[in-house]
């Protein structure tokens, strides 16, 4: 608090993420945090007028999103707004403009320029995020320092089975597709260590 009370003109207030936590589940484990692959269903609208402008349930069949938290995948008040948050927990939250789209708006998206963004946020998995070091050994089994498909498979069914919910099998696909769509950046069917690392911004 003291270090944002120091900003002049008292912008500080308008420039934070507020946090309303509406369900808390009386087992909070595990916590999130940066680097955590999270999986959860959000609500997005404008605070001016309460229209809604986002609803991950009417997208991807209804599944919720998968993301790594505070990498930029999201944007700013999200990757702030989901630290700390347990598996079940339900949170509305205020962004500002600064840390949502700022002056630019997303036009795609329906949002005008300057906007404050509320997000109504339901979190359902918290799991150690895919992109540390010890993580990549761990799916890369022959050892030749870049990713396969068929080892990200092999990852991705030994998390699910971990986790013991039931899921489609399409879903499993969708997310391999999809991690090779934002990682294999030179498009020769592996992900090196450096693409693993760099991450790609996806809208929302």
């Given at each position: 608090?003291?270090?944002?009370?120091?900003?002049?003109?008292?912008?500080?207030?308008?420039?934070?993420?507020?946090?309303?936590?509406?369900?808390?589940?009386?087992?909070?484990?595990?916590?999130?945090?940066?680097?955590?692959?999270?999986?959860?269903?959000?609500?997005?609208?404008?605070?001016?007028?309460?229209?809604?402008?986002?609803?991950?349930?009417?997208?991807?069949?209804?599944?919720?999103?998968?993301?790594?938290?505070?990498?930029?995948?999201?944007?700013?008040?999200?990757?702030?707004?989901?630290?700390?948050?347990?598996?079940?927990?339900?949170?509305?939250?205020?962004?500002?403009p600064s840390?949502?789209?700022?002056?630019?708006?997303?036009?795609?998206?329906?949002?005008?320029?300057?906007?404050?963004?509320?997000?109504?946020?339901?979190?359902?998995?918290?799991?150690?995020?895919?992109?540390?070091?010890?993580?990549?050994?761990?799916?890369?089994?022959?050892?030749?320092?870049?990713?396969?498909?068929?080892?990200?498979?092999?990852?991705?069914?030994?998390?699910?089975a971990r986790?013991?919910?039931?899921?489609?099998?399409?879903?499993?696909?969708?997310?391999?597709?999809?991690?090779?769509?934002?990682?294999?950046?030179?498009?020769?069917?592996?992900?090196?260590?450096?693409?693993?690392?760099?991450?790609?911004?996806?809208?929302?």
């Amino acid at each position: 608090l003291a270090a944002s009370a120091q900003v002049e003109g008292g912008t500080a207030a308008a420039e934070e993420v507020k946090i309303e936590v509406l369900h808390l589940p009386e087992v909070c484990s595990p916590k999130s945090k940066k680097g955590d692959l999270l999986n959860a269903h959000y609500d997005g609208f404008l605070a001016s007028d309460g229209s809604k402008f986002y609803c991950s349930r009417t997208q991807n069949e209804g599944h919720p999103k998968w993301f790594v938290l505070g990498v930029g995948q999201v944007i700013k008040g999200l990757d702030i707004a989901m630290m700390n948050m347990c598996p079940g927990e339900k949170r509305k939250v205020t962004i500002p403009p600064s840390l949502a789209y700022g002056e630019q708006g997303y036009a795609q998206g329906k949002i005008p320029p300057n906007a404050t963004l509320i997000f109504e946020i339901e979190l359902y998995a918290v799991n150690k995020g895919p992109r540390s070091v010890e993580a990549f050994n761990q799916i890369d089994k022959d050892s030749d320092k870049k990713l396969s498909q068929l080892e990200i498979s092999q990852y991705l069914k030994e998390e699910f089975a971990r986790d013991g919910k039931k899921r489609h099998p399409s879903v499993h696909d969708e997310i391999l597709a999809d991690i090779f769509k934002k990682n294999d950046h030179d498009g020769d069917g592996f992900i090196s260590a450096k693409e693993y690392n760099v991450y790609q911004h996806d809208e929302l």
